[in-house]
Protein backbone atom coordinates (compact mmCIF):
# COMPACT_ATOMS: atom_id res chain seq x y z
CA UNK A 1 0.00 0.00 0.00
CA UNK A 2 1.34 3.04 -0.68
CA UNK A 3 2.21 5.62 2.62
CA UNK A 4 -0.72 7.39 3.38
CA UNK A 5 -1.27 7.40 6.52
CA UNK A 6 -4.16 8.20 7.78
CA UNK A 7 -6.14 7.63 4.83
CA UNK A 8 -7.49 10.42 3.22
CA UNK A 9 -11.10 9.92 2.77
CA UNK A 10 -11.02 9.69 6.20
CA UNK A 11 -9.76 13.53 6.84
CA UNK A 12 -12.62 14.62 8.30
CA UNK A 13 -12.50 12.64 11.44
CA UNK A 14 -8.54 13.00 12.31
CA UNK A 15 -8.06 15.93 13.52
CA UNK A 16 -10.62 17.95 12.35
CA UNK A 17 -11.15 20.24 14.48
CA UNK A 18 -7.44 21.67 14.91
CA UNK A 19 -7.63 22.04 11.15
CA UNK A 20 -10.43 24.33 11.38
CA UNK A 21 -8.93 26.16 14.36
CA UNK A 22 -5.76 26.52 12.40
CA UNK A 23 -7.78 27.93 9.34
CA UNK A 24 -9.44 30.43 11.32
CA UNK A 25 -6.54 31.72 13.05
CA UNK A 26 -4.66 31.64 10.22
CA UNK A 27 -7.29 33.46 8.01
CA UNK A 28 -7.79 36.41 10.76
CA UNK A 29 -4.52 36.83 11.27
CA UNK A 30 -4.10 36.87 7.40
CA UNK A 31 -6.51 39.92 7.22
CA UNK A 32 -5.18 41.47 10.38
CA UNK A 33 -2.07 41.86 9.11
CA UNK A 34 -2.68 42.71 5.65
CA UNK A 35 -4.44 46.03 7.08
CA UNK A 36 -1.11 46.57 8.76
CA UNK A 37 0.94 46.10 5.33
CA UNK A 38 -1.28 48.10 3.90
CA UNK A 39 -1.59 51.03 6.48
CA UNK A 40 2.77 51.46 6.07
CA UNK A 41 2.15 50.75 2.19
CA UNK A 42 0.23 53.91 1.47
CA UNK A 43 2.50 55.58 3.57
CA UNK A 44 5.66 54.98 1.35
CA UNK A 45 6.58 57.97 -1.38
CA UNK A 46 5.89 57.73 -4.50
CA UNK A 47 8.41 57.09 -6.76
CA UNK A 48 8.43 56.04 -10.50
CA UNK A 49 9.75 52.63 -10.90
CA UNK A 50 13.18 53.03 -11.74
CA UNK A 51 12.60 49.83 -14.74
CA UNK A 52 8.76 51.32 -16.06
CA UNK A 53 10.68 53.80 -18.66
CA UNK A 54 12.85 50.84 -20.53
CA UNK A 55 9.90 48.63 -21.48
CA UNK A 56 8.82 48.42 -24.66
CA UNK A 57 5.92 49.59 -26.30
CA UNK A 58 4.78 45.79 -26.46
CA UNK A 59 5.64 45.01 -22.93
CA UNK A 60 3.42 47.70 -21.44
CA UNK A 61 0.51 47.45 -24.41
CA UNK A 62 -2.73 46.12 -22.97
CA UNK A 63 -5.29 44.18 -25.28
CA UNK A 64 -6.16 46.71 -27.92
CA UNK A 65 -7.83 46.58 -31.16
CA UNK A 66 -5.85 46.51 -33.73
CA UNK A 67 -4.49 49.82 -35.46
CA UNK A 68 -3.96 50.69 -39.61
CA UNK A 69 -1.20 49.04 -41.29
CA UNK A 70 -0.28 50.27 -44.62
CA UNK A 71 0.80 46.63 -45.17
CA UNK A 72 -1.04 43.67 -44.34
CA UNK A 73 0.22 41.93 -40.95
CA UNK A 74 -1.18 38.76 -42.08
CA UNK A 75 1.72 36.98 -43.31
CA UNK A 76 3.49 37.75 -40.31
CA UNK A 77 1.12 36.86 -37.92
CA UNK A 78 0.74 33.52 -39.17
CA UNK A 79 4.55 33.80 -39.54
CA UNK A 80 4.37 34.45 -35.91
CA UNK A 81 2.04 31.53 -34.86
CA UNK A 82 3.10 28.75 -36.94
CA UNK A 83 7.07 29.47 -35.88
CA UNK A 84 5.28 29.38 -31.95
CA UNK A 85 3.56 25.71 -32.33
CA UNK A 86 6.56 24.81 -34.12
CA UNK A 87 9.05 25.06 -31.49
CA UNK A 88 7.08 24.88 -28.60
CA UNK A 89 6.05 21.39 -30.31
CA UNK A 90 9.52 20.98 -30.54
CA UNK A 91 10.47 21.67 -26.81
CA UNK A 92 7.75 20.16 -25.31
CA UNK A 93 8.57 16.58 -26.63
CA UNK A 94 12.38 17.25 -25.69
CA UNK A 95 12.14 18.92 -22.04
CA UNK A 96 8.95 15.46 -21.85
CA UNK A 97 12.07 13.24 -21.55
CA UNK A 98 12.99 14.36 -18.25
CA UNK A 99 9.17 14.30 -16.99
CA UNK A 100 8.07 18.48 -17.50
CA UNK A 101 4.81 19.36 -18.84
CA UNK A 102 3.81 20.49 -22.43
CA UNK A 103 3.17 24.09 -20.99
CA UNK A 104 7.04 24.59 -20.17
CA UNK A 105 8.21 24.13 -23.63
CA UNK A 106 5.45 26.23 -25.13
CA UNK A 107 5.92 28.93 -22.89
CA UNK A 108 10.19 28.80 -23.52
CA UNK A 109 9.37 28.75 -27.11
CA UNK A 110 7.13 32.38 -26.48
CA UNK A 111 10.32 33.52 -24.60
CA UNK A 112 13.11 31.97 -26.60
CA UNK A 113 11.32 33.74 -30.16
CA UNK A 114 10.69 37.19 -28.04
CA UNK A 115 12.37 40.24 -27.50
CA UNK A 116 14.54 38.33 -24.65
CA UNK A 117 16.65 36.31 -26.94
CA UNK A 118 15.76 35.77 -30.75
CA UNK A 119 14.77 40.25 -30.61
CA UNK A 120 18.32 40.39 -28.35
CA UNK A 121 20.17 38.51 -30.75
CA UNK A 122 18.90 39.89 -33.93
CA UNK A 123 19.73 43.65 -32.52
CA UNK A 124 22.69 43.26 -31.19
CA UNK A 125 24.18 41.28 -34.27
CA UNK A 126 22.30 42.39 -36.72
CA UNK A 127 20.79 45.65 -36.23
CA UNK A 128 17.12 44.76 -36.40
CA UNK A 129 15.21 46.72 -33.64
CA UNK A 130 12.85 43.43 -32.77
CA UNK A 131 12.28 39.56 -33.47
CA UNK A 132 11.91 38.89 -37.20
CA UNK A 133 9.56 36.32 -36.62
CA UNK A 134 7.34 38.12 -33.84
CA UNK A 135 7.69 42.00 -34.75
CA UNK A 136 5.75 44.63 -32.43
CA UNK A 137 3.46 45.33 -35.27
CA UNK A 138 1.58 41.67 -34.93
CA UNK A 139 1.30 42.17 -31.24
CA UNK A 140 -1.99 43.84 -31.38
CA UNK A 141 -3.44 41.07 -33.76
CA UNK A 142 -1.98 38.61 -32.08
CA UNK A 143 -3.51 39.61 -28.37
CA UNK A 144 -6.69 39.46 -30.01
CA UNK A 145 -5.94 35.53 -30.79
CA UNK A 146 -4.50 35.27 -27.14
CA UNK A 147 -7.60 36.53 -26.05
CA UNK A 148 -9.99 34.43 -27.83
CA UNK A 149 -7.54 31.78 -26.58
CA UNK A 150 -7.38 32.11 -23.38
CA UNK A 151 -11.61 32.81 -22.92
CA UNK A 152 -12.04 29.24 -25.01
CA UNK A 153 -9.30 27.45 -22.75
CA UNK A 154 -10.67 29.09 -19.69
CA UNK A 155 -14.24 27.72 -20.72
CA UNK A 156 -12.69 23.79 -21.34
CA UNK A 157 -11.16 24.27 -17.27
CA UNK A 158 -14.26 24.99 -15.83
CA UNK A 159 -16.06 22.03 -17.86
CA UNK A 160 -13.77 19.43 -16.36
CA UNK A 161 -14.26 20.77 -13.24
CA UNK A 162 -15.88 18.10 -11.48
CA UNK A 163 -18.04 19.16 -8.21
CA UNK A 164 -18.82 15.93 -6.98
CA UNK A 165 -14.88 14.57 -6.45
CA UNK A 166 -14.48 17.89 -4.75
CA UNK A 167 -17.54 17.05 -2.24
CA UNK A 168 -16.07 14.42 -1.38
CA UNK A 169 -12.88 15.93 -0.09
CA UNK A 170 -14.62 19.25 0.84
CA UNK A 171 -13.54 20.00 4.18
CA UNK A 172 -10.41 18.94 3.58
CA UNK A 173 -9.45 20.40 1.02
CA UNK A 174 -11.04 23.57 1.46
CA UNK A 175 -9.18 24.18 4.66
CA UNK A 176 -5.71 22.96 2.92
CA UNK A 177 -6.58 24.82 -0.16
CA UNK A 178 -7.24 28.12 1.66
CA UNK A 179 -4.21 27.68 3.75
CA UNK A 180 -1.72 27.24 0.88
CA UNK A 181 -3.26 30.58 -0.52
CA UNK A 182 -3.39 32.99 2.77
CA UNK A 183 0.33 32.21 3.62
CA UNK A 184 1.54 33.08 -0.11
CA UNK A 185 -0.68 36.07 0.19
CA UNK A 186 0.15 37.39 2.95
CA UNK A 187 3.99 36.59 1.85
CA UNK A 188 3.56 38.57 -1.00
CA UNK A 189 1.62 41.89 0.24
CA UNK A 190 4.69 42.09 3.05
CA UNK A 191 6.85 41.83 -0.37
CA UNK A 192 5.16 44.20 -2.01
CA UNK A 193 6.49 46.75 0.56
CA UNK A 194 9.85 46.24 -0.47
CA UNK A 195 9.03 46.01 -3.95
CA UNK A 196 6.63 49.04 -4.26
CA UNK A 197 8.97 52.26 -5.17
CA UNK A 198 11.39 50.35 -7.00
CA UNK A 199 8.61 48.01 -9.07
CA UNK A 200 5.36 49.41 -9.24
CA UNK A 201 3.59 51.65 -11.95
CA UNK A 202 3.85 55.48 -10.65
CA UNK A 203 -0.33 55.54 -10.72
CA UNK A 204 -0.85 52.43 -9.02
CA UNK A 205 -2.11 52.40 -4.83
CA UNK A 206 -0.14 50.44 -2.92
CA UNK A 207 -3.39 48.42 -2.23
CA UNK A 208 -4.12 47.77 -5.46
CA UNK A 209 -0.17 46.45 -5.97
CA UNK A 210 -0.18 44.84 -2.70
CA UNK A 211 -3.37 43.07 -3.80
CA UNK A 212 -2.35 41.49 -7.29
CA UNK A 213 1.42 40.65 -5.43
CA UNK A 214 -0.72 38.74 -2.66
CA UNK A 215 -3.14 36.89 -5.39
CA UNK A 216 -0.09 36.33 -8.22
CA UNK A 217 1.99 34.70 -5.26
CA UNK A 218 -0.79 32.19 -4.16
CA UNK A 219 -2.06 30.96 -7.64
CA UNK A 220 -1.81 27.13 -8.47
CA UNK A 221 -2.04 25.85 -11.75
CA UNK A 222 -4.85 23.07 -11.37
CA UNK A 223 -4.87 21.84 -15.55
CA UNK A 224 -1.04 21.92 -15.02
CA UNK A 225 -0.88 19.68 -11.92
CA UNK A 226 -3.45 17.27 -13.41
CA UNK A 227 -1.06 16.50 -16.20
CA UNK A 228 1.53 16.18 -13.69
CA UNK A 229 -0.36 13.57 -11.69
CA UNK A 230 -1.64 12.13 -14.91
CA UNK A 231 2.38 11.22 -15.89
CA UNK A 232 3.45 10.19 -12.46
CA UNK A 233 -0.05 7.49 -12.76
CA UNK A 234 -1.09 9.07 -8.80
CA UNK A 235 -4.14 11.10 -10.68
CA UNK A 236 -6.91 8.21 -9.11
CA UNK A 237 -4.37 8.00 -5.88
CA UNK A 238 -5.56 9.52 -2.29
CA UNK A 239 -3.01 12.36 -2.81
CA UNK A 240 -4.06 13.05 -6.64
CA UNK A 241 -7.25 13.27 -5.50
CA UNK A 242 -6.94 15.24 -2.53
CA UNK A 243 -4.37 17.48 -4.82
CA UNK A 244 -6.70 18.26 -7.31
CA UNK A 245 -9.58 19.12 -5.19
CA UNK A 246 -7.22 21.29 -3.35
CA UNK A 247 -5.92 23.15 -6.61
CA UNK A 248 -9.85 23.05 -7.67
CA UNK A 249 -10.87 25.30 -5.01
CA UNK A 250 -7.51 27.03 -5.11
CA UNK A 251 -8.31 28.73 -8.67
CA UNK A 252 -12.21 28.99 -7.76
CA UNK A 253 -10.79 30.92 -4.75
CA UNK A 254 -8.32 33.08 -6.93
CA UNK A 255 -10.63 33.97 -10.05
CA UNK A 256 -12.95 35.53 -6.95
CA UNK A 257 -10.04 37.59 -5.57
CA UNK A 258 -8.53 38.64 -8.76
CA UNK A 259 -12.32 39.99 -9.65
CA UNK A 260 -12.49 41.64 -6.67
CA UNK A 261 -8.65 43.37 -7.33
CA UNK A 262 -9.97 44.07 -10.52
CA UNK A 263 -12.64 46.11 -9.64
CA UNK A 264 -10.35 47.90 -7.21
CA UNK A 265 -7.66 49.13 -9.87
CA UNK A 266 -9.82 50.03 -12.35
CA UNK A 267 -12.87 52.14 -10.26
CA UNK A 268 -11.02 52.13 -7.07
CA UNK A 269 -12.83 51.56 -3.55
CA UNK A 270 -15.94 53.45 -4.44
CA UNK A 271 -16.62 51.50 -7.49
CA UNK A 272 -15.36 48.82 -6.24
CA UNK A 273 -17.79 48.14 -4.34
CA UNK A 274 -20.29 48.14 -7.25
CA UNK A 275 -18.29 45.82 -9.41
CA UNK A 276 -17.63 43.29 -6.32
CA UNK A 277 -21.40 44.05 -6.11
CA UNK A 278 -22.46 43.37 -9.55
CA UNK A 279 -20.23 40.33 -9.72
CA UNK A 280 -22.18 38.47 -6.58
CA UNK A 281 -25.15 39.43 -8.66
CA UNK A 282 -24.12 38.02 -11.79
CA UNK A 283 -22.49 34.63 -10.10
CA UNK A 284 -25.48 34.06 -8.14
CA UNK A 285 -27.73 34.80 -11.15
CA UNK A 286 -25.64 32.05 -12.90
CA UNK A 287 -25.52 29.32 -9.96
CA UNK A 288 -29.34 29.35 -9.40
CA UNK A 289 -30.71 30.58 -12.93
CA UNK A 290 -28.69 29.57 -16.01
CA UNK A 291 -27.40 26.47 -14.25
CA UNK A 292 -30.95 25.41 -13.92
CA UNK A 293 -32.17 26.30 -17.49
CA UNK A 294 -28.83 24.46 -18.95
CA UNK A 295 -29.38 21.70 -17.20
CA UNK A 296 -32.89 21.18 -18.31
CA UNK A 297 -31.86 21.88 -22.16
CA UNK A 298 -28.95 19.63 -21.54
CA UNK A 299 -31.76 16.79 -20.27
CA UNK A 300 -34.06 17.69 -23.39
CA UNK A 301 -31.29 16.75 -26.48
CA UNK A 302 -29.81 13.85 -23.98
CA UNK A 303 -29.28 11.00 -26.89
CA UNK A 304 -29.72 13.44 -29.62
CA UNK A 305 -26.27 14.27 -30.36
CA UNK A 306 -24.98 17.68 -30.25
CA UNK A 307 -25.80 19.53 -33.22
CA UNK A 308 -25.13 23.03 -34.69
CA UNK A 309 -27.64 24.57 -33.41
CA UNK A 310 -26.86 23.93 -29.82
CA UNK A 311 -23.63 24.27 -30.67
CA UNK A 312 -24.36 28.17 -31.39
CA UNK A 313 -26.12 28.14 -28.32
CA UNK A 314 -23.40 27.12 -26.29
CA UNK A 315 -20.78 29.26 -27.82
CA UNK A 316 -23.42 32.62 -27.63
CA UNK A 317 -23.90 31.99 -24.12
CA UNK A 318 -20.08 31.46 -23.35
CA UNK A 319 -19.33 34.64 -25.22
CA UNK A 320 -22.42 36.96 -23.49
CA UNK A 321 -21.06 35.60 -20.15
CA UNK A 322 -17.15 37.24 -20.70
CA UNK A 323 -19.16 40.24 -22.06
CA UNK A 324 -20.87 40.27 -19.10
CA UNK A 325 -17.94 40.15 -16.52
CA UNK A 326 -15.51 42.18 -18.80
CA UNK A 327 -18.87 45.01 -18.52
CA UNK A 328 -18.81 44.80 -14.87
CA UNK A 329 -15.63 45.44 -14.43
CA UNK A 330 -13.83 42.04 -13.53
CA UNK A 331 -12.14 40.05 -16.80
CA UNK A 332 -13.43 38.15 -19.59
CA UNK A 333 -11.22 35.05 -18.76
CA UNK A 334 -13.76 34.77 -15.48
CA UNK A 335 -17.38 34.58 -17.09
CA UNK A 336 -15.88 31.92 -19.12
CA UNK A 337 -14.64 29.58 -16.69
CA UNK A 338 -18.08 30.39 -14.82
CA UNK A 339 -19.98 29.10 -17.75
CA UNK A 340 -17.88 25.71 -18.26
CA UNK A 341 -18.49 25.38 -14.55
CA UNK A 342 -22.52 24.85 -14.50
CA UNK A 343 -22.25 22.83 -17.22
CA UNK A 344 -22.13 19.00 -15.62
CA UNK A 345 -18.30 17.85 -16.46
CA UNK A 346 -20.04 14.49 -17.38
CA UNK A 347 -22.93 15.67 -19.64
CA UNK A 348 -22.93 14.75 -23.56
CA UNK A 349 -22.33 18.38 -24.37
CA UNK A 350 -19.20 18.20 -21.93
CA UNK A 351 -17.99 15.42 -23.58
CA UNK A 352 -18.68 17.02 -27.21
CA UNK A 353 -17.19 20.66 -26.11
CA UNK A 354 -13.77 19.08 -24.73
CA UNK A 355 -13.11 16.44 -27.68
CA UNK A 356 -14.26 19.00 -29.96
CA UNK A 357 -12.28 22.13 -28.64
CA UNK A 358 -9.27 20.56 -26.48
CA UNK A 359 -6.91 19.99 -29.88
CA UNK A 360 -7.82 23.08 -31.37
CA UNK A 361 -7.46 25.28 -28.16
CA UNK A 362 -4.38 23.98 -26.92
CA UNK A 363 -2.59 23.56 -29.86
CA UNK A 364 -3.29 26.39 -32.35
CA UNK A 365 -5.16 29.15 -30.11
CA UNK A 366 -2.59 29.03 -26.69
CA UNK A 367 0.35 29.21 -28.49
CA UNK A 368 -1.09 32.71 -29.50
CA UNK A 369 -1.16 33.34 -25.86
CA UNK A 370 2.22 32.04 -25.59
CA UNK A 371 4.19 34.37 -28.24
CA UNK A 372 2.13 37.29 -27.04
CA UNK A 373 3.43 36.91 -23.47
CA UNK A 374 6.94 36.26 -24.89
CA UNK A 375 6.67 39.30 -26.63
CA UNK A 376 5.78 41.08 -23.46
CA UNK A 377 8.61 39.14 -21.15
CA UNK A 378 12.14 41.42 -22.02
CA UNK A 379 14.18 38.90 -19.71
CA UNK A 380 16.98 42.30 -20.26
CA UNK A 381 14.90 44.55 -18.03
CA UNK A 382 15.93 42.52 -15.33
CA UNK A 383 19.75 43.71 -14.92
CA UNK A 384 22.29 43.95 -12.34
CA UNK A 385 22.74 42.11 -9.47
CA UNK A 386 20.01 43.72 -7.49
CA UNK A 387 17.19 42.77 -9.67
CA UNK A 388 18.44 39.59 -10.08
CA UNK A 389 18.41 38.99 -6.01
CA UNK A 390 15.29 40.26 -6.54
CA UNK A 391 13.48 37.75 -8.93
CA UNK A 392 15.42 34.91 -6.92
CA UNK A 393 13.40 36.61 -3.62
CA UNK A 394 10.32 36.26 -5.30
CA UNK A 395 10.79 32.73 -6.35
CA UNK A 396 12.03 31.73 -2.92
CA UNK A 397 8.94 33.67 -1.16
CA UNK A 398 6.61 32.62 -3.78
CA UNK A 399 7.69 28.91 -2.96
CA UNK A 400 7.87 28.70 0.85
CA UNK A 401 4.77 30.10 1.27
CA UNK A 402 3.01 28.14 -1.28
CA UNK A 403 5.00 24.92 0.21
CA UNK A 404 4.69 26.20 3.88
CA UNK A 405 1.38 26.63 4.02
CA UNK A 406 0.00 23.66 2.81
CA UNK A 407 2.33 21.04 5.13
CA UNK A 408 1.21 22.78 8.06
CA UNK A 409 -2.70 22.47 6.79
CA UNK A 410 -1.64 18.76 5.81
CA UNK A 411 -0.12 18.36 8.93
CA UNK A 412 -2.62 19.55 10.94
CA UNK A 413 -5.46 17.29 9.11
CA UNK A 414 -3.69 14.15 10.02
CA UNK A 415 -1.70 13.17 6.66
CA UNK A 416 2.29 12.17 7.46
CA UNK A 417 4.92 14.30 6.52
CA UNK A 418 5.93 12.76 3.26
CA UNK A 419 2.28 12.91 1.82
CA UNK A 420 2.30 16.94 3.49
CA UNK A 421 5.06 17.35 1.43
CA UNK A 422 4.39 15.99 -1.49
CA UNK A 423 1.24 17.89 -1.44
CA UNK A 424 3.24 20.89 -0.58
CA UNK A 425 5.29 20.45 -3.78
CA UNK A 426 2.39 19.76 -6.20
CA UNK A 427 0.48 22.96 -4.91
CA UNK A 428 3.40 25.24 -5.80
CA UNK A 429 2.76 24.21 -9.60
CA UNK A 430 1.90 27.52 -11.17
CA UNK A 431 2.27 27.49 -14.93
CA UNK A 432 -0.96 28.66 -17.10
CA UNK A 433 -3.00 30.27 -14.63
CA UNK A 434 0.01 32.33 -13.66
CA UNK A 435 0.70 33.75 -16.77
CA UNK A 436 -3.14 34.53 -16.92
CA UNK A 437 -3.05 35.63 -14.36
CA UNK A 438 0.26 38.05 -14.91
CA UNK A 439 -0.73 39.15 -18.04
CA UNK A 440 -4.04 40.45 -16.60
CA UNK A 441 -2.08 42.58 -14.04
CA UNK A 442 -0.14 44.52 -17.06
CA UNK A 443 -3.22 44.78 -18.48
CA UNK A 444 -4.41 46.57 -15.86
CA UNK A 445 -1.41 48.53 -15.40
CA UNK A 446 -0.64 47.18 -11.57
CA UNK A 447 3.09 45.73 -12.56
CA UNK A 448 5.26 46.76 -14.78
CA UNK A 449 7.12 45.01 -18.02
CA UNK A 450 10.27 44.45 -15.09
CA UNK A 451 8.14 43.06 -12.97
CA UNK A 452 6.40 40.62 -15.06
CA UNK A 453 9.44 39.40 -16.62
CA UNK A 454 10.52 38.41 -13.18
CA UNK A 455 7.00 36.43 -12.03
CA UNK A 456 7.09 34.95 -15.45
CA UNK A 457 10.16 33.31 -14.21
CA UNK A 458 8.69 32.61 -11.32
CA UNK A 459 6.07 31.25 -12.65
CA UNK A 460 8.58 29.24 -14.57
CA UNK A 461 10.70 28.25 -12.17
CA UNK A 462 8.02 26.65 -9.56
CA UNK A 463 6.19 24.71 -12.16
CA UNK A 464 10.31 23.13 -13.74
CA UNK A 465 10.87 22.03 -10.21
CA UNK A 466 7.70 20.44 -9.46
CA UNK A 467 8.32 16.78 -10.95
CA UNK A 468 11.88 16.41 -10.17
CA UNK A 469 11.14 17.11 -6.46
CA UNK A 470 8.18 15.28 -6.30
CA UNK A 471 9.94 11.97 -8.02
CA UNK A 472 12.60 12.62 -5.00
CA UNK A 473 9.68 12.55 -1.96
CA UNK A 474 7.34 9.69 -3.45
CA UNK A 475 9.29 7.36 -5.65
CA UNK A 476 7.74 3.88 -4.24
CA UNK A 477 4.70 5.37 -4.92
CA UNK A 478 5.12 5.69 -8.70
CA UNK A 479 6.99 2.05 -8.96
CA UNK A 480 3.79 0.85 -6.87
CA UNK A 481 1.18 2.92 -9.20
CA UNK A 482 2.67 1.34 -12.35
CA UNK A 483 2.94 -1.99 -11.09
CA UNK A 484 -0.83 -1.79 -10.19
CA UNK A 485 -2.08 -0.90 -13.24
CA UNK A 486 0.00 -3.68 -14.78
CA UNK A 487 -1.95 -6.42 -12.53
CA UNK A 488 -5.21 -4.68 -13.23
Not at 224 to 244: E, F, H, Q, Y
Not at 330 to 339: K, P
Request: hydrophobic share 55%; with cysteine.
Amino acid sequence: MPRYSPAIADLDRHSAWRLLLFYGLITAACIGCFFVVRAIGERLPRQAAELSSTASPVASQPYAAPAAAPLSPLPRLLLALASVIVTGRLLAAALARIGQPPVIGEVIAGIVLGPSLLGWICRDWFGQATSPLMPAEVAPYLSIIAQLGVILYMFLVGVEFNAEKLRSQAHAAIAISHASMIVPFLLGSILALGLFTRLAPPAVSFTSFALFMGIALAVTAFPVLARILTDRNLATSGLGVLALSCAAVDDVTAWCLLAFVSGVVRAEVGGAVQVVGLSLVYIAGMLLVVRRISARLIARTAGKGLGPTAIAFVFAALLLSALATEWIGIHAVFGAFLLGVIIPHDSHIAQSLKAGLEQVVTVLLLPAFFAYTGMRTEIGLVHGWENWLICGLIILVASLGKFGGTLAAARLAGLNWRTSSSLGILMNTRGLMELIVLNIGLDLGVITPALFAMMVLMALTTTLATTPLLGLLEPATLLHSVAARARQ
